[in-house]
């Protein structure tokens, strides 16, 4: 079989959304999909047991960070990133061009790659297309990402003229030369019959930009093709607006997927606009910080609020920590007395609960049953507006 | 039934050692047994499930931590400890008078109790045997600890002669002390159907005082009697000297509980003296630091010799861990990247490891088969000398 098969076995009749499934050769998943993130070849407090617990099929590990530590070379040599981490499941890597333009310390960007100063030692990393490649090669995971110029982004309305114009500029280049890289990285590639290579998109929120950049990103024939440069500070209508034009001029035969996104409304957003495939920090990064997941919105767990509750995270909930029976007063005393299971406990809760959404968005689609999906949700029908997620910088929603 | 009910299936023909039972309104556990330490109401980093998983059938909470922190009364409302944290097997509670004398900042200590700052909130605490009983009723464990006078070991032949005159003299008053509070404790105790209060015995390195000790606490009848006061500083062949000496002392029809043991070694010399319970926080604690215990000996698995390491961290242990495969090499990549993984891995080993330990100690009392034991388990014959636990303060081995 080919690196990754995708099939469609049901599309919706008022929106772009389908069902479907793709399988790669460690197994497979259904789409729309929502990838949790095992930043560097582990999920932070989850065994991999506990994480097939939640639902999860699929999972995202960052190349730059596992580039940095321990090596993409030394994982290579355990067998790959599913041997070292016991994920035996379908694993997805990001390129690490997100990461080397938004996280890192920069000396120069140019058409050649990126120079920066590495977070684990400080010494000087020139990521290139080839390289990015070279170690999601040595890595192993079943999807690799082309490697991208991601470049901040901004809401045009509210930036001066003059940096309104660099905006546009700085897109333009990220746009021509994400298209230049994407061909070097498919000449890169060492092992497409066992890695399938995702294109990105860029373009900001230029609606024509992202235009020319489906078209000329497309033109290199790929298994599948993601949506970059999203979530990166632009706001969600803007964010809303990009994803609801861009992610119908994706080639339908293949697996499209919204890098960094997000929150239950955005995901739902995107899913109707035809958006097969997600990641996000968000149930991980959340659930560290005392943040639960529900249908009706996010609980802040260290508020005193909680201190005799007796109800479970979610009523409605599946996941081991409330099937388990875990109050939200337990679940508040572990964070107060700083003890690991609480974040533990929420992260697992988190995750289950994108993965339920997921499931039954899955099932919406099949049976056009959108109401009754808003009406399980509720969260799914709260405002547009900015999240209040107060521990998470809106620049840095979704990826690490 | 009585709150309380103890067994003993085989006694060994070559040594004090005994193969039991113990059965309580939560359910049973065979001895001897070990009590991994989940002190705030929490094991760091593992679920219940994790923990049956491990093979525990008991585990410790310590009512000086949770009578801080949320409050034994908020605990009380929640249904008990057991409905708090999700644990329905049972539970035994430390009175905290251990956490008292070694740890708080105190005030005052006199023949009513010990008055010490709160380490949450800084906050007066005047903790008195009456106080520590209700404090435990209200937590609703199955066995209780009496409150305890527990000063500071030390070796005397380390200590001056002035130094050893005091620490003699502070001695006596502990354990004359421990024995009114002892009979105050009785008194106190509210649920002496559900919950067993197990007796306490002091005395220090004095093996005269030792036997003291036994004969006033034991004087009162109670349903198990421990021996408190070790592993506190006094070193492993005086620990051994004095375990040895006074558990044949103790009432052989009750269970015989050694507080705060310890190294696999040390819990063997005490079960062939006749001990049938043991706590330590040494799995998860050296757990959270890296260290991994295996049948040879540990591991201090950020060492770099072993970065490239594909074996898993003990090739005869049957943890969920080493079963699943994860390598000293992966693990070793957690704790450099920081990822809470690795603590949680190498803390549910180290459990599994001493329960494994105490699993073969029962077949080997039951089948006199010690030489087979020594064999399968080389660090129990290693050394007695201090182990080197270099994270690990040797006056602070086993409790927190």
């Known amino acids: 079989m080919p690196s990754l098969r995708f099939t469609i076995a049901h599309r919706s009749d008022e929106c772009h959304a389908r069902v479907g499934r793709v399988e790669t050769l460690h197994g497979g998943f259904d789409t729309p999909a929502f990838?949790?993130?095992?930043?560097?070849?582990?999920?932070?407090?989850?065994?991999?047991?506990?994480?097939?617990?939640?639902?999860?099929?699929?999972?995202?590990?960052?190349?730059?960070?596992?580039?940095?530590?321990p090596g993409a070379d030394?994982?290579?040599?355990?067998?790959?990133?599913?041997?070292?981490?016991?994920?035996?499941?379908?694993?997805?890597?990001?390129s690490g061009g997100y990461q080397a333009f938004s996280m890192a310390d920069i000396s120069s960007i140019d058409d050649d790659g990126?120079?920066?100063?590495?977070?684990?030692?400080?010494?000087?990393?020139?990521?290139?297309?080839?390289?990015s490649i070279e170690v999601q090669n040595d890595l192993g995971a079943d999807i690799i990402m082309a490697f991208d110029d991601c470049p901040p982004g901004r809401d045009p309305a509210s930036a001066g003229?003059?940096?309104?114009?660099?905006?546009?500029?700085r897109l333009r280049v990220a746009h021509e030369r994400t298209v230049r890289w994407v061909q070097r990285c498919r000449r890169a590639h060492r092992r497409p019959d066992e890695q399938a290579l995702f294109g990105i998109v860029?373009?900001?929120?230029?609606?024509?930009?992202?235009?020319?950049?489906?078209?000329?990103?497309?033109?290199?024939d790929l298994p599948g093709y993601a949506i970059g440069?999203?979530?990166?500070?632009?706001?969600?209508?803007?964010?809303?607006?990009?994803?609801?034009?861009?992610?119908?001029?994706?080639?339908?035969?293949?697996?499209?997927?919204l890098m960094g996104v997000g929150y239950e409304r955005d995901l739902l957003t995107a899913?109707?606009?035809?958006?097969?495939?997600?990641?996000?920090?968000?149930?991980?990064?959340?659930?560290r910080n005392a943040q639960a997941f529900t249908r009706s919105g996010r609980l802040h767990l260290r508020n005193a609020r909680f201190t005799e509750d007796d109800g479970v995270l979610d009523p409605e909930c599946d996941c081991e920590v409330c099937r388990g029976g875990f109050t939200r007063a337990y679940v508040r005393h572990l964070f107060m007395a700083r003890e690991m299971l609480g974040p533990i406990l929420v992260s697992m809760h988190n995750i289950r609960h994108f993965q339920a959404l997921m499931v039954d968005i899955r099932r919406a689609i099949r049976e056009n049953a959108w109401s009754a999906l808003l009406g399980s949700w509720p969260v799914l029908a709260s405002d547009l507006s900015p999240p209040a997620a107060r521990d998470v910088p809106a620049s840095h929603q979704g990826r690490e």
């Open 229 to 257: 440069g999203v979530a990166v500070g632009e706001g969600p209508e803007l964010m809303a607006a990009v994803v609801e034009h861009t992610a119908p001029l994706l080639p339908a035969d293949r697996p499209r997927y």
């Open 271 to 287: 899913i109707r606009a035809g958006v097969d495939m997600f990641d996000c920090v968000l149930p991980t990064r959340n659930g």
């Open 74 to 94: 030394l994982v290579d040599r355990r067998g790959g990133v599913h041997a070292f981490m016991r994920w035996d499941g379908p694993i997805l890597t990001d």
């Open 35 to 69: 990838m949790p993130v095992g930043t560097a070849g582990a999920m932070k407090g989850l065994t991999p047991e506990q994480m097939r617990g939640t639902g999860t099929q699929i999972l995202l590990n960052n190349a730059y960070h596992l580039m940095l530590r």
């Open 161 to 169: 003229e003059r940096d309104a114009a660099a905006d546009a500029a």
């Open 114 to 131: 990126v120079t920066f100063k590495s977070i684990v030692d400080g010494s000087r990393v020139h990521l290139t297309p080839e390289r």
């Open 202 to 220: 860029q373009g900001g929120t230029d609606l024509d930009l992202r235009r020319e950049s489906v078209e000329a990103v497309c033109a290199v």
